[in-house]
């Protein structure tokens, strides 16, 4: 069935959060997860409503300058590798009060979305190629394949004729490949990194639930993609994020986006739903 719809669309996308925020509730209990992670979670969930709300009523109207969004997305990861948490030589967080926030998270929608939509902007490219450097530095093997993954889904769908973006793509995928080589020293938590196996051992059903729901995360952006258009490469190019993020828990020692325990992914999910759901504008961001 042809989704032509967004609000049918935004219907489907608030089932999959409600029954997402339930299972996973019930599979970080079900992992050991203390209670206060269970609040911490649920919290997050409302906060991610909210930004996807804002995000999707006002983002499309604000005439951005994408290589300086990009810019900015880079500054925030920059800022993380000087200033951030760091664990068993990873930095990947910056920390807020008690709580400490994957910057990755929360940069790379913002910076997915410019890059497919800044192609004809030659300074989008380059920036991006940085932000894939950085992420290696950060020893985030995960989010550099996310990253990689969209970079080629946004540059496959708009097919720019600069070579410097697909340069770009080549570049992002040996950057993934070696973060992917090298060995990861971090200790899994049973509710984050080990959320599907170990709570496949405490509840094989409800683990299987869980895996289903987080393999269906990049589901509303391929539905917008089929609806949309003139938001195909963006759509698509979330989708590509989120299926590495995915893959990064389903193959490596990385947390279960969404389902695992974690504000970071929450929020992600959320601001990303915003920006390929948002209401339409007479004109869309300039490039430059």
Known sequence: MKVSDLGVIRLFTAVLAAAGLAVSLAAIGAAGAPRNALIVQGLSAVLALGLALLVGRFWRRARWRLWVLMAAC????????????????????LALGPIQLHTASIVLPFAVWAFAKGFGDRRAA????????????????????????????????????????????????????????????????????????????????????????????????????????????????????????????????YPA???????????????????VLGDSANQDPPAS
Not at 212 to 223: E, N, Q, R, S
Not at 257 to 275: C, E, H, N
């Open 74 to 93: 880079g500054l925030a990861l920059v800022l993380t590798l000087m200033n951030g948490v760091s664990l068993e030589g990873a930095k990947r967080w």
């Open 126 to 253: 380059p920036i991006a190629a940085l932000i894939a450097f950085l992420l290696l530095y950060q020893h985030d093997a995960a989010s550099s394949l996310a990253f990689a993954l969209a970079l080629a889904a946004g540059a496959l769908v708009e097919r720019p004729r600069q070579l410097t973006p697909w340069a770009c793509v080549i570049v992002a995928g040996l950057l993934a490949y070696a973060a992917w080589v090298a060995p990861d020293t971090l200790p899994a938590v049973p509710y984050v990194e080990g959320l599907l196996a170990n709570t496949m051992k405490a509840n094989p059903v409800l683990g299987f639930v869980a895996g289903v729901l987080m393999i269906g995360l990049p589901a509303p952006f391929l539905a917008v993609a089929q609806a949309r258009p003139e938001r195909r490469a963006e759509a698509l190019a979330l989708a590509a994020l989120w299926t590495g993020w995915i893959a990064g828990a389903l193959f490596g020692n």
């Open 257 to 275: 986006p969404v389902l695992g325990y974690g504000a970071a992914p929450i929020l992600a999910w959320g601001l990303s739903l915003g920006l």
